[in-house]
């Protein structure tokens, strides 16, 4: 366990459901992200929080929604996806550094397996 | 191209050897990180070099920073088949919307027994 728990692990769902994406983490930091691994894609990364602001969206489809309401918490809202839209869903979490230091060291969850059919 | 590229994209040894990847990056960067993927697994944080530092080592981890160059190279010395996966080097691209990483495409590294 890395102190970021993401659930649920496994995801199946149809072009016309609605679900939620859940991520927690314990660790005592300020910024939270969401990032799409695909196959023979890199990382791309979809959601940035911020102190709990949302700081970057990086151009994703509005069927992808995030909800990040308190520090500990960041939900990814699903609706109406494709099935290229199928991949994990990681969720990563980190101390927020002062400008012009450099980020500190995410700390990734486990994923969420999504499946579109 | 993304920022972060590594190379090669597969790497096969067997245990005991030592194990050497690269990344290479295009922007200046304020550090560049190190992280290891376990198959179909969130990734695991190693190392993190700042842009002021050359060399740094953790265990039987090494990295290196050339900024001149705008590469970098992660060696595991003395490899372990549990030391299988895939690893991803990230550059921090700091701006003034927060702290973002950008990950390359990773190096899938298999060790034999």
């Known amino acids: 366990e890395t102190g970021v728990t993401q659930t649920p692990r496994h995801l199946v769902m149809g072009m016309t459901n609605k679900k939620s994406l859940k991520c927690e983490q314990h660790?005592?930091?300020?910024?939270m992200y969401w990032y799409k691994q695909s196959a023979k894609k890199p990382l791309e990364l979809m959601f940035v929080?911020?102190?709990?602001?949302?700081?970057e969206n990086n151009s994703v489809p509005s069927r992808f929604s995030p909800e990040c309401p308190n520090s500990s918490h960041l939900f990814l809202h699903l609706h109406t996806l494709q099935p290229e839209d199928s991949a994990l869903y990681l969720c990563?979490?980190?101390?927020?550094?002062?400008?012009?230091?450099?980020?500190?060291?995410?700390?990734f969850g486990s994923g969420t397996r999504l499946t579109v059919v | 191209s993304q920022q972060g590229e590594e190379d090669p994209q597969a790497l096969s040894i067997q245990e005991g050897e030592n194990a050497t990847m690269n990344c290479s990056y295009k922007?200046?960067?304020?550090?560049l990180q190190w992280y290891r993927q376990n198959s179909g697994r969130g990734l695991v944080h190693l190392i993190l070099?700042?842009?002021?530092?050359r060399e740094k080592h953790s265990g039987r981890l090494r990295v290196t920073l050339d900024t001149s160059k705008k590469s970098s190279s992660l060696l595991i010395t003395a490899s372990r088949a549990a030391d299988t996966a895939s690893y991803f080097c990230a550059t921090d691209l700091y701006n003034n919307a927060g702290n973002m990483l950008t990950f390359g495409g990773g190096t899938r590294l298999m060790v034999k027994p």
């Open positions: 660790l005592g930091h300020n910024a």
């Open positions: 929080y911020s102190l709990e602001e949302r700081v």
């Open positions: 922007t200046s960067i304020n550090n």
């Open positions: 070099i700042r842009s002021n530092e």
């Open positions: 990563a979490s980190s101390q927020f550094a002062p400008t012009g230091y450099g980020s500190y060291g995410y700390t």
